[in-house]
């Protein structure tokens, strides 16, 4: 039963790490194309802007941030079915 509920929290997880890069890349593009095809493209770029533009990229990284923690806890909820 654990293990069910564990392999939907790390659904949970992917879906909101997922939504919230993209979010992340629409404020980007919304700043500028510039911006946006270099945080799709150069991976540390997304940490200067998310410095640079804290106002407009912190929901979308908090919402990575809590699918990355999601992720976590139904990892350590189903450890059985990560190792199959």
Do not use: D, Y
Not at 13 to 25: P, S
Not at 55 to 65: E, N, Q, V, Y
């Amino acid at each position: 039963m654990s293990a069910n509920i564990g392999i939907l929290i790390i659904l949970l997880g992917i879906i909101c790490i997922v939504l919230g890069e993209i979010l992340f890349l629409v404020a980007a593009f919304r700043e500028s194309l510039w911006w946006g095809l270099a945080c799709l493209f150069l991976p540390f770029v997304t940490f200067l802007f998310l410095i640079v533009h804290w106002s407009k990229a912190r929901r979308p990284f908090f919402l990575m941030l809590l699918g990355f923690a999601l992720f976590v806890t139904g990892a350590i909820l189903s450890p059985q079915t990560l190792h199959r």
